[in-house]
């Protein structure tokens, strides 16, 4: 393909400058990362950001694609020996893949259909004259000669019948008609659903007698429809107006008067109703079905990047929780660096209630390890637990103990996953939960990157949607997470590491085996011994990993290697040394220099000379810590508390297309309705929340039958 009509088509439709996107095209095909080019390749993309670069990197592929579908297409029509110039510079021109193979329905090779088998027949002749719209001349008598013992055809009605199954194919086969129709399904068809059975209950109730126009239907309403179908629960179609459609083909292909004019209006209904429709209306409900599976995807991608940015809690020993009733609460206390130091379990639940107990238990657990602060997980018993850990934290007066919820989404399947085993191969599946429900709150990074993003629980239908396109888009987001934050060369687990830019599985677990072979990493340098681990990977890699006590201040900064000379020239300009990075000389000097003349001087482009002096005013900075830190509680309310009215604060922990779930320390989490979130209008609740915010909530109902309390932001 033409490589500038390419860029034109990526610049097109990302609105991104054609020079830009060369620029990052060059670097995407020379094997560059998308969190590497757009963090330490500024100068060469024009500052472009990481989504700006990712959509430059999805267009690139689709166009790509379009671009061989076409070649492929045009080979395999010019082999019939079909190609005409009108024909090739009609399918040149398509921007869609719809448009490509539309045109290249009638010369694809089919199955046997009612017009082969009437080709076979010998009847195309007849089919021809039909088309020909004569005005004189018998029809029957015409048909009648097409009568063969031979050809099985035993009667000119039979001959007829053969005519007009070749006829509505060609109809069919007409890819202005085909691309006219499906606009008009889009444009003017109502989706209808109703019940495939008696009307029992279900969580489909609403889809019983529900109909709305196909460009308006929203697209979480869309994955419910399918889901409710594939169920067998739901009845789903398109209707419209088909007398408009029938009209608009008849203009196409029928002149009236004629004596066969009758014969091919009857072709054409059976081409609409048997060919056309059906096949038109699966892929309109696959474009409803990819637009929604696009949507559901990027709205769980943004929840799941606010939820691993979470602020972490530092410097504090936390007691972590797994709740549960007959088999206990498992306990796990790791130290201010995430270590394990102690595990157990205790029965303040019913059906035990060995309140006592648990209270001596935990009272000596919390004097032995210094514990500051008790990690809840929110599942099962977790507001029966929540109410035994209030009750303690009343009596316990040696320290001041706070508690917080932790979301235990995906804790379960982690802990029975082979890295937990590996990590804690001597801890039960309980215990291994309540360990990492007490890093969460540590680190949420570099807990969550360890389970599946499809179970962390802050996602809409995540299951009913493509699932490769949904693992490429959250692991591009885990990726993104990982590298906005940088990651600690000398603590990081194999899934943390194996989500830096340029490295997989295999160089992660190299990195760390490499680590408790030789001890820590002490320069950024020793990553080069590191097996498999060649200059590419080096050079994607580097600029993300920190060394915190190493033998150069550098490392622990986002500053790229390849840019160390120029930050020798820039300390020199500004007379400090590396021993003064971080220092309040070096901090006052560098917020007052001219970052564009100093570029100048030290050769040097101004977008990595901005991020350099950044990077050496904040030499240590985690982005994550900038945001408000979580919650922490010590007292609780029940369902039965709230009354409307009653103003709350609370953490949003889901933010799907109809509003957000926010947790306001009760058992169940409650909703803020897309409707009670502003005062003007919004498109999506992500224009106002992020999974992690704290957010200020009035309470407008409460439901204790349904376990449902609706909430609301507006003041």
Not at 318 to 336: F, H, M, N, S
Request: include cysteine.
């Amino acid at each position: 393909m033409n490589s500038e009509l390419l860029l034109e088509q990526v610049a097109g439709a990302t609105g991104i400058e054609v020079n830009k996107v060369k620029q990052t095209v060059k670097l995407l095909d020379e094997g560059n990362t998308v969190p590497f080019i757009a963090r330490y390749r500024k100068e060469a993309t024009g500052e472009l950001t990481e989504i700006q670069v990712r959509e430059i990197e999805d267009k690139l592929k689709f166009f790509r694609n379009l671009a061989q579908r076409k070649e492929e297409v045009l080979r395999l029509i010019d082999e019939q020996g079909k190609l005409t110039p009108d024909l090739q510079k009609q399918i040149e021109k398509a921007v869609k893949i719809t448009e490509v193979e539309d045109l290249y329905r009638p010369f694809r090779q089919k199955k046997r259909t009612r017009a082969s088998v009437a080709k076979e027949k010998g009847l195309e002749p007849l089919a021809e004259y039909l088309l020909s719209f004569p005005f004189m001349g018998t029809l029957e008598e015409k048909a009648a000669a097409f009568i063969s013992e031979e050809k099985n055809v035993k009667t000119a009605d039979e001959a007829l019948q053969g005519a007009r199954d070749i006829v509505a194919e060609l109809v069919a086969d007409d890819p202005s008609v085909r691309g006219w129709v499906r606009k008009y399904l889009y444009t003017h068809g109502t989706l209808v659903t109703s019940a495939r059975e008696s009307e029992v209950d279900s969580v489909y109730e609403m889809y019983y007698q529900f109909s709305q126009p196909v460009n308006k239907i929203p697209t979480h309403r869309v994955l419910a429809i399918n889901r409710g179908e594939r169920e067998k629960i739901l009845k789903v179609k398109i209707e419209v107006n088909e007398d408009v459609v029938l009209d608009y083909i008849h203009k196409k292909w029928v002149k009236e008067g004629s004596t066969t004019t009758a014969h091919v209006k009857q072709a054409v209904k059976d081409a609409l109703n048997r060919l056309i429709f059906p096949a038109v209306e699966r892929e309109v409900r696959g474009e409803l079905t990819e637009a929604a599976e696009q949507q559901a995807v990027k709205v769980f991608s943004k929840n799941l990047k606010h939820l691993l940015l979470q602020p972490p809690v530092r410097g504090k020993t936390v007691l972590g929780i797994d709740p549960a009733y007959r088999t206990g609460c498992k306990w796990a206390v790791v130290d201010e660096t995430g270590k394990l130091l102690d595990t157990g379990v205790v029965y303040p639940t019913p059906p035990q209630n060995k309140v006592d107990e648990a209270e001596e238990i935990f009272e000596q657990i919390i004097d032995r390890y210094n514990v500051d602060i008790i990690a809840i997980g929110n599942g099962t018993a977790s507001r029966e637990t929540e109410q035994f850990v209030v009750k303690f934290i009343k009596k316990y007066t040696k320290k001041k103990l706070q508690y917080i919820i932790v979301s235990e989404a995906g804790a379960s399947v982690y802990s029975a996953s082979n890295l937990a085993v590996k990590e804690f191969p001597n801890l039960d599946v309980a215990q291994r939960s309540a360990v990492s429900i007490a890093r969460r709150l540590q680190d949420p990074l570099a807990e969550l990157v360890k389970i599946d993003p499809k179970s962390l629980g802050v996602g809409q239908y995540q299951h009913d949607v493509n699932q490769k396109l949904l693992r490429e888009n959250l692991d591009n987001v885990v990726e993104s997470a990982v590298n906005h934050v940088g990651v600690d060369l000398n603590t990081a687990s194999p899934s943390l590491l194996s989500y830096v830019s340029g490295i997989n599985a295999a160089v992660a677990q190299n990195i760390v085996n490499y680590r408790e072979e030789n001890g820590p990493f002490t320069n950024r340098q020793q990553l080069k011994k590191v097996p498999r681990l060649g200059p590419k990977t080096y050079e994607q890699c580097v600029g993300f990993l920190r060394i915190f006590d190493g033998d150069n201040p550098l490392d622990k900064t986002p500053i790229h290697p390849e840019s160390y000379e120029v930050v020798k020239r820039l300390l020199k300009i500004i007379n400090c040394r590396l021993d003064d990075v971080g220092g309040d000389d070096m901090k006052n000097k560098l917020s007052q220099l001219d970052v564009e003349e100093t570029a100048a001087k030290i050769d040097v482009g101004v977008p990595t000379l901005r991020d350099i002096v950044q990077s050496l005013i904040k030499p240590g900075r985690d982005p994550r810590e900038e945001l408000p830190k979580p919650i922490l509680c010590s007292d609780v309310i029940s369902l039965e508390n709230l009354k409307p009215g009653m103003e709350l604060k609370g953490t949003v922990r889901n933010v799907v297309d109809f509003g957000a779930f926010v947790d306001i320390g009760v058992k169940v989490d409650g909703l803020v309705h897309i409707s009670q979130m502003a005062e003007g209008y919004i498109k999506h609740p992500l224009e106002v929340v992020s999974v992690g915010d704290i957010v200020d909530v009035r309470v407008i109902d409460v439901d204790i039958e349904r376990q449902r309390v609706a909430l609301s932001m507006k003041k």
